[in-house]
């Protein structure tokens, strides 16, 4: 059944492939992206209530879902590198790390913006935002514990058992700080919640969503091919693409 | 790469551990590649080769300590990782590090290391007194040299059952009565129907070189 | 380079003893998985008591950081019985993190570890040994010492209870939950504060349910809840973090 997927074990192909993909990902994401933020930016209707500080939102709750979708992502990476023992697997989650911790800076970053104007604060101990603050860290040791090991084979080993078990705790980290929010909270509710959207507003976030997503499939896949580079420097295929181009140039 | 010896016509002799297609990369350097070995029992295996060249890289992986970057190491042609019980059942893997426990004394350091591998303790202390340890018994081990900590270590030869012995140095710190005692040790074991595989920078002395196989690792040099 | 032949002979009945050496029924099977848990305990809790050190510098550890914060805030009762729950949490927190890097650290280091991975029992169960022995060692010991520190921290005395329950059932989480980053940074040379920043937001959710049974049992409701949410991460930490601690330790190894 799952025949077909063999070939792009082979880090050659995997390589050449993404190469392929690379500048459809690029332009669907450059696309999605002008046509998102100018038209959520400039044209979409003002929130009545948060007027256009509300804009915030079509940067904040992308960054944030797909913040928790990269780990997500990476958490099945890491299972398929443990259970198969697929060294691209490693090789894909590693790609991904830091671009989901940068994803999440800037789901704190823009989450702290849009509490400024709403709560006249910087920072407040609401339940989304904790939970991404944790998030990053969870991040954080990751990538530090990647970046620990010399050789890169353990060390994505090593940060696929962590990001396993950070994955397993996630849901109960999610769970119990909103609880934990829900038990200590005083006069301040939140507004982060369920802004109701009209149609007008939904057809830009839609298109600012998939586009960052594009975004870093791109990034991602860069990193990807990197990542493989490395990983493969003293293979033929490697060394033969590297001569080939420095005689291209 | 030097070939393995063909193995002689002796019809008792069985595969007791293969290594196929064994490769081994190291911070980006390639140190053996398409490695094949077969051990047999009754062979000594003496793997040689300059520091860096990989040595204690393939008897960790032979030992399922380490991983090889490709290639694969069976137990009686089972793969080790699929028969991970019996195989370290039939395995003594003695490394750079020798296992002993400042904290605890020579007895009681061979006590523990025979009970984790489920043998015997009952004859400890004579195992000990072959290793030259005898009068240190109850002497706590960080009180002993370097020397004697690897002599509790290897104290277990005397009494294991396994017939895989993978042994990284053994003769480092090891005076040169020990050594050749050591060196006995390595030949009965082989004409039990046991193996030794091991890395020494000195010569063997003791045991014949026609009965000596060696394995030369220069990949890296070439 | 060596070719190999294939062999022909019979490679199927090949893991039975064939040899004299072999003596696999006869010697190995008479040390049982309790036999072999209770090896590794006793020896790991003899060096430790051969080292008392490593016993009494997480305690003084936890004594002295929890006495600096009514320094550092002021000595009024009210404030510090608010607080004290936290407190209390977070400096066992910080205790248990202090004293992990003796888990596997020395055992790394003088190749016991080794020894352990390549014996023949299961590594999961000699890895839960350790970490039992570690927490009789240092878990333990917080528990006798934690209603002292609570009563320098004007602790609701209807709180003492739920103290000793959640410490009870809490302390055993941290180690296991530490062990799993112990065993990633056991390899690694400066692997103290990057054990930390891995362990650290682990330990959250103990942390949250912890202080909220305390806090909930001072004011005199029940706290059962949170209790038996303590106990559902004890028993998922129990079965699945040992797991993971034998995965993370080949990896370091290797």
């Known amino acids: ?249 | 790469m030097t070939p393995l010896p063909k193995s002689t016509s002796s019809t008792q002799e069985t595969i007791l551990l293969k290594g196929e297609n064994l490769t081994c990369i190291r911070e980006d350097r390639l140190l053996f590649d398409d490695l094949n070995i077969e051990i047999n029992t009754g062979d000594i295996v003496q793997v040689e080769g300059p520091n860096g060249s990989g040595k204690t890289s393939l008897l960790r992986i032979l030992a399922g300590l380490s991983q090889p970057y490709e290639g694969k190491v069976k137990f009686k042609q089972i793969l080790t990782s699929q028969c991970r019980e019996e195989f370290h059942e039939n395995l003594l893997y003695f490394g750079h590090l020798p296992g002993v426990k400042g904290e605890m004394s020579a007895e009681e350091n061979l006590s523990f290391n025979l009970a984790l591998h489920g043998l015997d303790t009952n004859q400890t202390v004579d195992n000990l007194a072959n290793m030259n340890l005898l009068g240190f018994e109850d002497s706590l081990a960080s009180h002993l040299s370097a020397g004697q900590h690897r002599r509790i270590g290897l104290a277990r030869l005397y009494q294991s059952r396994a017939p895989i012995w993978i042994l990284d140095e053994p003769f480092t710190a090891i005076d040169k009565q020990g050594v050749a005692s050591l060196e006995q040790r390595f030949i009965e074991h082989a004409n039990q129907g046991g193996c030794v595989i091991l890395t020494t920078h000195q010569d063997l002395l003791a045991i014949p070189s026609d009965k000596v196989k060696k394995i030369t690792l220069d990949y890296a040099f070439e | 380079m060596t070719t190999n032949t294939e062999l022909t002979e019979s490679s199927k009945a090949a893991l039975a003893p064939t040899d004299t050496l072999n003596m696999t029924d006869t010697q190995h099977n008479n040390l049982s998985y309790r036999d072999a848990f209770f090896l590794v305990l006793k020896r790991d809790i003899t060096i430790a008591l051969r080292h008392r050190d490593d016993i009494i510098n997480p305690l003084l550890f936890f004594v002295i950081v929890v006495t600096l914060f009514p320094l550092g805030i002021g000595p009024e009762a009210k404030t510090l019985s608010r607080i004290a729950p936290g407190i209390i949490w977070v400096a066992a927190l910080l205790a248990t993190l202090l004293s992990l890097d003796r888990l596997f650290k020395s055992d790394y280091g003088d190749g016991s570890l080794e020894q352990m991975l390549l014996s023949p029992h299961p590594v999961f169960l000699l890895v839960l040994a350790k970490i039992v022995a570690h927490w009789l060692i240092t878990g333990l010991p917080l528990i006798f010492i934690a209603p002292l520190l609570a009563v320098l921290l004007h602790l609701n005395e209807q709180s003492y209870g739920a103290l000793i329950f959640t410490l009870l059932l809490g302390t055993p989480v941290l180690s296991l939950l530490g062990a799993v980053g112990v065993a990633l940074t056991v390899g690694i040379k400066k692997g103290g504060v990057l054990l930390s920043l891995l362990v650290l937001p682990l330990y959250i959710p103990v942390l949250i349910f912890a202080t909220s049974a305390i806090d909930t049992a001072s004011i005199g409701l029940p706290y059962s809840g949170q209790l038996a949410i303590i106990a559902a991460l004890f028993f998922g930490s129990l079965t699945l973090a040992p797991f993971a601690v034998g995965a993370a330790l080949k990896v370091s190894t290797n």
């Not at chain 1, 929130?47 to 940067?59: E, K, L, N, T």
């Not at chain 1, 353990?154 to 934990?180: D, H, M, Q, R």
């Not at chain 1, 369920?194 to 960052?212: T, Y």
């Not at chain 1, 990542?227 to 140039?249: G, M, T, Y």
């Open chain 1, 1 to 249: 059944m799952w025949k077909w997927l063999h070939p792009y074990a082979n880090p050659e192909v995997s390589y050449h492939f993404t190469g392929r993909l690379l500048p459809w990902f690029s332009a669907l994401a450059a696309i999605l992206l002008s046509v998102g933020l100018v038209w959520a930016l400039l044209f979409a209707p003002a929130d009545y209530q948060q007027g256009d500080s509300f804009r915030i939102f079509y940067i904040h709750v992308p960054a944030a879902s797909l913040s928790m979708g990269i780990y997500f992502g990476m958490a099945i990476a890491a299972l398929c590198s443990l259970v198969w023992q697929l060294k691209l697997a490693d090789a894909s989650a590693a790609a991904m790390a830091p671009v989901g911790a940068v994803f999440t800076a800037i789901a704190l970053l823009t989450g702290s913006a849009w509490g400024k104007p709403m709560w006249g604060t910087w920072w407040i101990w609401d339940a989304r935002l904790t939970s991404e603050l944790i998030l990053l860290f969870l991040y954080l040791g990751v990538i530090a514990l990647h970046s620990a090991f010399e050789d890169k084979n353990l060390a994505g080993k090593a940060a696929g058992i962590l990001t396993l078990v950070g994955s397993i705790n996630l849901p109960i980290i999610k769970y119990s700080v909103e609880w934990w929010n829900t038990l200590h909270q005083g006069s301040t509710v939140s507004k982060l919640g369920k802004p109701s959207m009209s149609l007008e507003m939904l057809w830009p976030f839609l298109f600012c969503f998939l586009g960052f997503a594009m975004l870093v499939a791109v990034i991602v896949c860069y990193r990807f091919r990197n990542e493989i580079l490395a990983r493969n420097s003293i293979r033929p295929w490697v060394r033969d693409l590297v001569s080939a181009q420095a005689n291209h140039k």
